[in-house]
């Protein structure tokens, strides 16, 4: 039997330090890459990849056990970034997870109508996601066309048991008619219902932050 043993000298032992903070390094590094290709696959945005919250732990958590939750306040208190927050632990726990909002939405379906393909085509990837978030409702152009799909995607999630995160400026009175603005009322209020069934409310309040150059 031959044995050895690292040499013990001072330039050996700092070449084998610094070859493995090296390692090390690029471990972390693709470990960081692999995250990150994750989070883009979710719809996460680059704005939000990094993004953190002190509440975000207690929804994805609840998200988990099949709640939503229902995010509402006044334009730039940092509801997508909370949202993001949720998803970005999410996929660290190995749900899947589509951050979209009803206006991209909107816009695939309408890509079909040129051969793209199909409107349930469109609706099944939203179906078959653990978690979809969506950002912003109410934003989209109220219209009877609009409202029919919404409630598609909504009463899909709600139908299958399925959670939904919603970001919205609009409480649920304000958000039913933001809705039935243009459209129907009966179907709003349907879509409102259901958001609430499912839903755990979460209300931001304060300033615009992006007006008063805060963070998000």
């Known amino acids: 039997f031959c044995g ?10 700092a070449e084998r330090d ?3 903070r090296l390692e090390a390094r690029a471990k972390a590094e693709e470990a960081a ?16 990849m990094t993004a953190a919250s002190p509440m975000a732990e207690g929804i994805a958590a609840k998200v ?14 940092g509801k997508t ?13 190995g749900t899947s997870v589509r951050v979209t909002d009803m206006l991209g939405v909107l816009a695939a379906i309408k890509g079909t109508y040129c051969g793209d393909g199909t409107e349930d085509g469109v609706l099944s990837r939203l179906s078959r996601v653990g978690c979809l978030v969506l950002d912003d409702l109410g934003k989209e152009s109220p219209t009877d066309w609009t409202l ?6 909504v009463n ?3 139908e299958n048991m399925r959670p939904v995160i919603v970001t919205t400026q609009y409480g649920k009175s304000d958000l039913i008619r933001r809705l039935a603005k243009n459209g129907d009322e009966e179907t709003a209020v ?8 499912m839903c755990d409310k979460y209300e931001l309040q304060g300033k615009d932050r992006r007006l008063s150059n805060g963070k998000r």
């Open 64 to 77: 988990e056990q099949g709640r939503g939750a229902y995010i509402c306040g006044p334009v730039g208190t």
């Open 148 to 153: 029919g799909q919404v409630f598609r995607v």
């Open 4 to 13: 050895w043993k690292p040499c013990g000298c001072p330039g050996a032992v």
């Open 18 to 20: 610094e070859r493995s």
């Open 190 to 197: 349907a879509i409102v219902s259901r958001l609430s069934e």
């Open 33 to 48: 890459a692999k995250r990150r290709r994750a989070y883009e696959r979710a719809g996460i945005k680059p704005r939000f």
């Open 81 to 93: 970034h909370l949202a993001s927050a949720v998803a970005r632990l999410l996929v660290d726990g």
């Open 156 to 158: 899909d999630r709600y």
